[in-house]
């Protein structure tokens, strides 16, 4: 299944993607949120559409805004430096531990919203990551196979940063990664049956038509099963909680010299079975 949301920013409704065509499932769910997820939400929406063709649910208009796939995450853990060759990129030593950090739930926009340069922001650089939705709650979980059932979905995650902020102002990541739509999701969420291998997944991004990132999900470190389990030795992780995986190399900072987004600049991500997503740069 393929979840989506849809409509204007905080009243987006929920639906599914069918054959490259968006379905209002609004009158039989009330949203793809926590509480749709902890109360076997994926087990009734999958029983409804084996009974129900995709036809009998209304067509949403092509001209309709996507909004996130998920509603509002309770919490975002990120994971940095968790690929091999971002890491050679960056200079830095492969982790022996997962690295990780929190980002602010206010980040989550829809997949094709404007992304804003924050003010006095000089150095906001880009991400193309693999976002992991959890689907039942993570507490000290024993094995990786425990870990791998709380999977919802997967889609596509854009950890934008803001260097300046992130690196030059106290060395704290928080508020060079939080700011008003630094986290772009979706465009769809795909549960695992319609992923044949997580971690075989191209991963691309342009800035203004030039490729910039090239990856694959294949020079992960931590597969997302791990850092489920690792994840949820440190904290609870909650139904509709994203876990932003990591970004392969090709980030502005690791260019030389390095280049940033400006007012004006179109970004463009991809990643394989999981859609693509499209902003456009203005100033905050």
């Avoid at 994971?79 to 929190?102: K, V």
């Avoid at 990541?173 to 986290?183: E, H, I």
């Avoid at 909680?241 to 970004?267: E, F, H, N, Q, W």
Wanted: glycine share 10%; charged share 25%; proline share 6%.
């Amino acid at each position: 299944m393929k979840l989506i949301r849809f409509g204007e920013r905080g009243s987006e409704k929920p639906g599914v993607l069918v054959n490259n065509t968006r379905r209002d499932l609004s009158e039989e769910f009330s949203d793809w949120d926590s509480a749709f997820f902890s109360s076997a939400g994926l087990d009734l929406l999958r029983a409804l559409l084996r009974n129900r063709s995709p036809e009998s649910f209304r067509e949403v208009p092509e001209s309709t805004r996507w909004g996130a796939p998920v509603s509002r995450p309770r919490k975002i853990v990120c994971i940095g430096l968790n690929f091999h060759d971002h890491a050679r990129e960056s200079g830095m030593e492969i982790p022996r531990e997962p690295i990780l950090f929190l980002k602010a739930t206010n980040t989550v926009v829809g997949p094709n919203d404007d992304l804003l340069i924050p003010r006095r922001g000089e150095k906001t650089d880009w991400e193309v990551e693999l976002g992991v939705i959890i689907g039942k709650e993570a507490r000290y979980l024993a094995s990786l196979d425990q870990a791998a059932d709380c999977v919802a979905g997967y889609c596509i995650s854009h950890d934008v940063s803001e260097r300046e902020f992130q690196l030059e102002r106290g060395g704290q990541w928080s508020k060079g990664k939080s700011c008003d739509t630094f986290n772009p999701l979706g465009p769809s969420l795909s549960t695992p049956d319609e992923i044949r291998d997580v971690t075989k997944l191209g991963m691309k991004l342009w800035v203004n038509g030039e490729l910039r990132q090239n990856g694959n999900t294949g020079t992960m470190i931590f597969g997302p099963a791990h850092l489920i389990h690792y994840v949820s030795q440190f904290m609870t992780l909650e139904p509709g909680d994203l876990i932003s995986t990591g970004t392969p190399p090709g980030v502005g900072l690791g260019m030389k010299p390095p280049r940033y987004l400006k007012a004006g600049d179109i970004v463009e991500l991809e990643i394989d079975s999981l859609g693509r997503q499209r902003q456009h740069c203005v100033q905050a």
